[in-house]
């Protein structure tokens, strides 16, 4: 009877006595249970909500012939193989541009024609740091960076011209950046502040 009450006192004991520390270490943050992945989710090349606006097209189909004549095209501001020969406005003319009344949207609109030379593709573009106050209008609306086709042989007279412009919203020396297939090159072009 005296090892029944023995053992009784000692399953008592046990039940109610604080429990004995484990003397194994703690796994560290490194280990990991075989169950668990540590594998990183796959990244995509980019995220979903990024997307890419196509760069406008002008085709040779949308040519015209603007009518400035030789010395006006040989004055124009010239970037690699593009010329801009402004129509309505002569480049830094401070009191022209002041005179040009804004859209509803604040653009002042001018017209520039653009001539590549003959079989020359160009990429036209506005730099985002002049994008709050500057864009192109070769085509249906405001664009940042509008592509030319080639028109043309090379061995042709440079008469690939095409209609359209700029809008600006305020007087500023707006640096432009042409580039096609043989390199990059940029002209400032000077709308109403007189000397850039």
């Known amino acids: 009877m005296r090892v029944v009450t023995l053992v009784g006192v000692l399953l008592l004991s046990a039940c109610t006595t604080a429990p004995v520390p484990d003397p194994r270490p703690a796994p560290t943050a490194s280990v990991a249970p075989a169950s668990v992945s540590t594998a990183l989710p796959p990244v995509s090349a980019a995220p979903a909500s990024v997307s890419v606006a196509p760069v406008a ?4 189909a949308s040519l015209v012939s603007v009518g400035l004549g030789g010395d006006a095209w040989r004055a124009a501001p010239v970037a690699g193989p593009a010329a801009f020969g402004a129509l309505d406005y002569r480049w830094g003319d401070r009191a022209a541009f002041a005179e040009r009344a804004p859209d509803a949207q604040g653009w002042r609109r001018f ?3 653009l001539r590549l030379r003959g079989g020359t593709p160009a990429t036209v573009t506005v730099p985002a740091a002049r994008r709050e106050v500057a864009a192109l209008t070769y085509r249906n609306g405001l664009d940042d960076t509008v592509s030319f086709a080639a028109c043309g042989a090379a061995s042709d007279p440079p008469t690939s011209e095409f209609a ?6 305020e007087a500023v020396c707006l640096p432009v ?3 096609w297939p043989d390199g990059t090159a940029r002209v400032v072009l000077d709308f109403g502040v007189g000397g850039c």
Not at 57 to 60: K, W
Request: charged share 30%; glycine share 12%.
């Open 57 to 60: 097209q002008r085709d040779c």
């Open 111 to 113: 017209k520039v024609a």
């Open 164 to 169: 359209g412009g700029f809008a600006v919203r």
């Open 177 to 179: 950046e042409v580039t």
